[in-house]
C-alpha cells in the first residue's frame, strides 16, 4: 500500500504492514505518545514495520527531529496494546500513536533533545488541530496502560507542550503530608480512586489502596507530578488532581 503523508509537517513515509480498521462506532479523539524503548531509531523502525513484531504505529519522531509516518491516520495502528481510558478498551481505533525515539528505562533512559520535542510539537499541534482532539485526551501510554507500560515517562516535557496549546497541565502542588500507603482502607482512597476515575484512568472504586491503584497514581506522575515517581499518594499529588479535574469542569482543557 502506497499513501500520501497526513501532516502538513516534513516528513518521510515508511510502509508498516500491522494495522487495520478503525470501529466507527467510537470517535478518534486520542493523541496517544510513546517513547521506542528500544537502542537506536533505526532499530525501532525497522520493528515497528516487521509483520512478526505485532506492532505499528502511525508516527515516529527521531532525535534530530525528522518524522515518520508509517500508517495512514484513518487506519488503526497498533500501538496502545491492552489499555482503556473513560472504560473503552479499543484505544487502538479512538487514537494517533506517536513513538518518540528514546532508548526508554531499560536503556539509561536519556532526556527528549530540543529538536526532538519541537517536531513533536509541531506534528501534535497538527493532528490536534485536524481532528479536534481534546487536550484532556493528548495521553501518555502509561496513561491507558498504567503497570504494564512506562512510556514516555517523567522526562517527557508535558508542561512544554501545554505552553504550546497541546495537552493538558496543571502545576503540581509540592506537599508531601498525609500520604497513603499501601493497604490503607479509608473514605480518602475511596475519592482519590474516584478522582482518577473521573479523569480517565482504568480502576475500581475500592476503598482500599491496591496495587492497582498505586499504579494508576504513578502513571498519573509520571504525566503531572514528574518531580515524584513513586506510586505513593500525598496531600499535594491529590490536590494536583483536584486542580486538574476543576480545569476540566471549568472547559480550561476543552
Known amino acids: 500500500m502506497t499513501f500520501a503523508a ?5 516528513c518521510k513515509i515508511r510502509e508498516a504492514v500491522n494495522f487495520g480498521e478503525r470501529d466507527t462506532d467510537l470517535d478518534l479523539d486520542i493523541l496517544l505518545l510513546h517513547y521506542t524503548g528500544m537502542a537506536s531509531a533505526e532499530a525501532a523502525i525497522n ?23 508509517l500508517v495512514p491516520e484513518e487506519k488503526r495502528a497498533w500501538h496502545a496494546g491492552k489499555s482503556s481510558w473513560q472504560g473503552e478498551a479499543d484505544i487502538n481505533s479512538r487514537s ?19 529538536k526532538q520535542i519541537a517536531s ?19 495521553l501518555a ?3 491507558v496502560a498504567p503497570g504494564r507500560k512506562s512510556d514516555p515517562g517523567e522526562k517527557f ?20 503530608h498525609d500520604e497513603i500507603v499501601e493497604g490503607e482502607a479509608s473514605e480518602r482512597v475511596a475519592s482519590l480512586q474516584a478522582m482518577l476515575i473521573a479523569y ?12 492497582q491503584s498505586r499504579m494508576c497514581v504513578r502513571a498519573f506522575q509520571q504525566h503531572f507530578f514528574q518531580h515524584r515517581v513513586d506510586g505513593i499518594p500525598c496531600e ?19
Do not use: M
Request: negative net charge; charged residues 20%; proline residues 6%.
Open 47 to 69: 520493528w515497528l514495520c516487521l509483520e512478526e513484531s505485532g506492532v505499528s504505529c502511525h508516527y515516529v519522531v527521531e532525535e534530530n527531529g525528522a518524522i515518520w509516518q
Open 200 to 211: 480517565g484512568y482504568g480502576l475500581e472504586i475500592t476503598g482500599t489502596f491496591d496495587h
Open 236 to 254: 499535594g499529588l491529590i490536590k494536583t488532581l483536584e486542580n486538574l479535574l476543576f480545569a476540566v469542569r471549568q472547559e480550561k482543557l476543552t
Open 6 to 10: 497526513d501532516t502538513s509537517c516534513d
Open 141 to 143: 501510554h502509561s496513561d
Open 120 to 138: 513533536v510539537i509541531k506534528l501534535s499541534k497538527d493532528i490536534v488541530k485536524r481532528h479536534k482532539i481534546p487536550a484532556r485526551h493528548v
Open 96 to 114: 494517533i500513536g506517536i513513538e518518540i525515539v528514546n532508548p526508554g528505562h531499560a536503556f539509561g533512559y536519556p532526556g527528549f533533545p530540543d
Open 157 to 176: 516535557p508535558w508542561q512544554r507542550l501545554f505552553q504550546a496549546e497541546i495537552g493538558a497541565w496543571v502545576p503540581p502542588v509540592t506537599d508531601y
